[in-house]
């Protein structure tokens, strides 16, 4: 793909096939967290990553799902779960503040996956006391997020926010979710 269209449709997905990603495809995926840019190219950032079933089954049992959505739509059923998790794991004695270069990783994990038709979603909304012990953290580890991943069993789109300004992405008809986002005029300024 083009690189505008990949950044176009890399949008988040949260049902998967249940198909197995390969260990070249993770290889590229933790590559292209390596190679993202790191304030003052501190590289504070570790990775776990988690493809038996047994230990995605952990992990996805101690994350939420789609907070603007009821859990019947917006979490998972059995046989729509992700394959894969890579935690992204942040080392606090490098630097105790890394959400950018967590963004920056994370952001280029989603492309890399992207370009091989595999989608993720990215999860805040988690156990991470018990992911950490899951994980093997240490004490100077902190769990910052995880990335779902997995090929979509479902379409996700963008449409412009309508004129009564709601941003909450939803179901269509069909059962795809829809993402509003905001248009071009409406959040950048030039100066």
């Given at each position: 793909m083009e690189l505008m269209d990949l950044m176009r449709t890399n949008r988040t997905y949260?049902?998967?096939?249940?198909?197995?990603?390969?260990?070249?495809?993770?290889?590229?995926?933790?590559?292209?967290?390596?190679?993202?840019?790191?304030?003052?190219n501190r590289q504070p950032l570790g990775y776990v990553v988690v493809k038996s079933p047994e230990k995605v089954a952990e992990v996805?049992?101690?994350?939420?799902?789609a907070g603007?959505?009821?859990?019947?739509q917006g979490q998972p059923k059995a046989g729509e779960e992700p394959v894969l998790f890579i935690g992204v794991?942040?080392?606090?004695?490098i630097n105790k503040n890394c959400d950018t270069d967590a963004g920056?990783?994370?952001?280029?994990?989603?492309?890399?996956?992207?370009?091989?038709?595999?989608?993720s979603c990215i999860?805040?909304?988690?156990n991470r006391q018990k992911l950490s012990e899951l994980?093997?953290?240490?004490?100077?580890?902190?769990?910052?997020?995880?990335v779902a991943f997995g090929y979509p069993s479902h379409i996700s789109r963008i449409e412009n926010v309508e004129k009564d300004g709601d941003i909450r992405y939803h179901?269509?008809?069909?059962?795809?979710?829809?993402?509003?986002?905001?248009?071009?005029e409406d959040v950048v300024t030039c100066i």
């Amino acid at each position: 793909m083009e690189l505008m269209d990949l950044m176009r449709t890399n949008r988040t997905y949260r049902r998967f096939k249940q198909t197995a990603v390969s260990d070249e495809i993770i290889g590229e995926i933790m590559e292209a967290a390596r190679n993202a840019s790191s304030a003052a190219n501190r590289q504070p950032l570790g990775y776990v990553v988690v493809k038996s079933p047994e230990k995605v089954a952990e992990v996805f049992a101690l994350t939420k799902w789609a907070g603007y959505l009821p859990p019947e739509q917006g979490q998972p059923k059995a046989g729509e779960e992700p394959v894969l998790f890579i935690g992204v794991v942040e080392n606090t004695d490098i630097n105790k503040n890394c959400d950018t270069d967590a963004g920056l990783a994370i952001a280029n994990m989603r492309l890399a996956a992207w370009a091989h038709g595999v989608g993720s979603c990215i999860i805040g909304a988690c156990n991470r006391q018990k992911l950490s012990e899951l994980f093997g953290l240490k004490e100077d580890q902190k769990l910052h997020t995880v990335v779902a991943f997995g090929y979509p069993s479902h379409i996700s789109r963008i449409e412009n926010v309508e004129k009564d300004g709601d941003i909450r992405y939803h179901l269509d008809e069909d059962g795809n979710y829809v993402v509003p986002k905001r248009n071009l005029e409406d959040v950048v300024t030039c100066i």
